[in-house]
């Protein structure tokens, strides 16, 4: 069975400056999906950014990016000039390649940004 | 804008007494979850849609329902909610198999 493993409970950040958080997964499969999702408190969970893992190159959406590392199974999120407004939970996410494309989520991390 | 709505967003009820969920997308996505959040943790899944094929987790207790009347609809019906049932209740929505999305959740107390 698919894991997923955020060993980050909690990390924060100045403002302005860059973060990494961390996720490993372990899977058998090949071919798969890699998410992360920012739950701010009391409010939406939304996208932030996903990986095909059959793509070599990294994704990245504005300040947002990731390192993927297929054969270490590691999935990183970089968010460059942080903003108070990315405080959140931040969930990394497997998605299995079965009907319904259910999600695995990992515990989650706890972001604070500090101005 | 193309969302998923979840109605209400606060509901509190008693232990026992039944209590429904609902969540409409206007995303016309053939894929729907329920899922269970509780405080700190990931979200937990119940069950999902696809089509109108129902898909029940192993693990979710028999005390947790759902229908869906149609694409746009789906309903989370808690027959008889315990202490441990207060939690946030997240519907998602999916069409490509890929991506999901959220809407904003339901927060459910029981007394």
């Known amino acids: 069975a698919q894991t997923v493993t955020q060993s980050q409970p909690e990390m924060s950040v100045q403002e302005a400056e860059t973060v990494t958080l961390s996720c490993t997964y372990d899977t058998s499969e090949s071919d798969y999906y890699l998410f992360w999702y920012k739950q701010p408190p009391s409010r939406q969970m939304i996208l932030v950014i996903r990986?095909?893992?059959?793509?070599?190159q990294n994704a990245t959406e504005n300040r947002f990016s990731v390192n993927f590392q297929k054969a270490a199974k590691s999935f990183s999120l970089k968010i460059s000039d942080s903003q108070l407004g990315d405080a959140a939970m931040y969930f990394c996410a497997y998605r299995r390649m079965e009907y319904g494309n259910k999600l695995v989520f990992g515990a989650g991390t706890i972001l604070r940004v500090k101005s | 804008d193309a969302m998923v709505i979840q109605n209400p967003r606060y509901q509190v009820t008693q232990f026992g007494k039944p209590v429904t969920l609902s969540c409409s997308q206007t995303?016309?996505?053939?894929?729907m979850y329920w899922y269970q959040q509780k405080s700190s943790q990931a979200p937990k899944l119940l069950f999902h849609?696809?089509?109108?094929?129902?898909?029940n987790e192993a693990d979710t207790p028999d005390n947790f329902q759902s229908r869906r009347p149609n694409t746009s609809f789906c309903f989370l019906d808690i027959r008889s909610p315990g202490l441990g049932d207060t939690a946030m209740y997240l519907c998602?929505?999916?069409?490509?198999?890929?991506?999901?999305?959220f809407g904003p959740g339901t927060r459910l107390t029981v007394t």
């Open positions: 990986q095909e893992a059959y793509k070599q």
């Open positions: 849609y696809y089509d109108k094929d129902f898909n």
């Open positions: 998602a929505t999916s069409r490509n198999r890929v991506e999901q999305y």
């Open positions: 995303l016309n996505h053939n894929v």
